[in-house]
């Protein structure tokens, strides 16, 4: 071993969890390849919504963005989760914000930065990490096989083997179109792989899938392609400050902060789980650095002119590969940073070779489910709640709302009340507010 393989291991801890570099390299890889589309979708979201925001300027700002906030995420935290601007809510900063109250796109970044500001100090005073240290080990479990649900369904989605139905809310697709076909070859070629114990197989899933789409012209090369490319401008500090001292803008700048802290508590629990990092009192190590890596995130990505940047459930395909400390994230991180330079090469990646990996992510993280509590009703339904609702909602911080909402309800009404932490009765309150205003 090298004097730099060993600095690295002894930084990481691989060997005290069981891992190698090539490993954590592999998880890194596997990570970046399932969240790659994100530097595609969110500047074709955002990008083009008002003069000044152009496509290019945000794929910038969603690529460095990505790689520092997962880079700080390995260095601070030691955690195998990587980090981008969140679905779901850039479609909020988009569609509600945007488009539907007509505030100017600088002035949603601003609310976005004053929440970043916010999580930033209620990550250092440890706000946050109380919240996920209060969360009961039972709904810790059904986050877990929530988010495996979500992240399964999302992948059926993308590769249209779900789609909207009729008379139905959802359908199978047609599975005989080459879409839905080929993610249905790659994620029989996982479980193969996986099921052989043959290393890396989600990665060899996707980079096998892309292969044939690109040689049978379903997702041709363009013409005149080149892999290698200069990154646009990003948009620095483009704020308006003007507007901010309204009621509208308070619901605004409330939602982005609910959502950002939920959804990152949400992952990381989850894909803490799955990793077998969660202690025996149910904790998640280094919680308040993880919680920061996030803060700093979404400030830098407002800085530079994105949405709220947050911890990716994609994370778990790169704990499937076996990435279990930072080292996955820092790879991840890196691989974003890169991609500055090399658009072009990651957006040959079609949905049908991340989907796949998407669906294997969820069966991994059901496991959990055998350890709920179910035979209790006080613990079991509001399970059961998180569980449901996640994909059936869409949303990961719904889920945890309604979870925790029942168990308040139901814990005092069995004459349980003792057991709820105080953090959890005033979240109760809270989303109690939340669900009768939104």
Not at 35 to 44: D, E, G, Q, S, T
Not at 144 to 166: Q, S, T, Y
Not at 191 to 214: E, H, N, Q
Not at 307 to 316: G, H, K, L, R
Request: net charge positive; glycine share 10%; charged share 10%.
């Amino acid at each position: 071993m090298s004097m730099e393989e060993a600095g690295v291991e002894k930084f990481f801890g691989l060997k005290a969890h069981g891992t190698k570099v090539q490993t954590e390299l592999l998880a890194g890889f596997t990570t970046f390849l399932t969240m790659a589309y994100i530097l595609a979708v969110n500047p074709a979201m955002l990008g083009g919504i008002g003069k000044g925001m152009t496509p290019g300027a945000v794929f910038t700002a969603t690529a460095i963005a990505s790689g520092a906030a997962s880079i700080i995420m390995a260095l601070l935290a030691n955690l195998p989760i990587a980090l981008a601007p969140g679905m779901g809510v850039n479609s909020f900063f988009t569609f509600t914000v945007v488009t539907g109250m007509g505030y100017p796109w600088q002035l949603a970044l601003t609310a976005v930065f004053l929440a970043g500001i916010v999580f930033l100090i209620l990550s250092l005073l440890d706000v946050r990490k109380a919240i996920i240290d209060a969360i009961p080990v039972n709904l810790k479990k059904a986050i877990a096989v929530g988010m495996g649900l979500f992240i399964a369904f999302i992948g059926l989605v993308n590769a249209g083997i779900v789609i909207p139905g009729k008379d139905t809310i959802l359908v199978l697709g047609k599975l005989s179109d080459s879409g839905p076909l080929l993610a249905i070859v790659g994620f029989i070629l996982i479980m193969i792989l996986y099921s052989i114990k043959i290393p890396g197989s989600i990665f060899i899933g996707i980079l096998t899938i892309t292969v044939i789409s690109v040689s049978m012209g379903l997702n041709p090369v363009p013409r005149g392609w080149v892999p290698v490319s200069l990154p646009a401008a990003p948009l620095f500090f483009k704020f308006d400050w003007n507007g901010i001292l309204n009621y509208k803008f308070f619901t605004v700048f409330f939602t982005f902060l609910f959502v950002n802290i939920f959804d990152t508590v949400g992952t990381l629990v989850g894909v803490c789980t799955q990793a077998n990092l969660i202690d025996k009192k149910g904790n998640v190590p280094r919680g308040k650095q993880a919680l920061l890596s996030g803060a700093i995130g979404t400030v830098l990505g407002a800085v530079l002119g994105t949405s709220t940047v947050t911890s990716y459930i994609e994370s778990a395909t790169g704990v499937a590969e076996g990435g279990r400390t930072g080292l996955t994230a820092l790879s991840t991180g890196v691989l974003f940073l890169l991609a500055l330079f090399l658009a072009p090469l990651f957006q040959l990646i079609p949905a049908s070779a991340t989907a796949p990996a998407m669906i294997f992510a969820g069966f991994l993280m059901m496991a959990p489910v055998t350890e709920i509590k179910f035979s209790d009703p006080a613990e079991g339904i509001p399970c059961f709640l998180t569980i449901a609702i996640m994909p059936f909602a869409y949303s990961i911080d719904d889920g945890i709302v309604y979870g925790i909402s029942s168990y308040v309800l139901l814990k005092t009404a069995t004459g349980k009340f003792r057991d709820i932490p105080v953090i959890i009765w005033v979240l109760f309150v809270v989303f109690v507010f939340r669900i009768f205003t939104r």
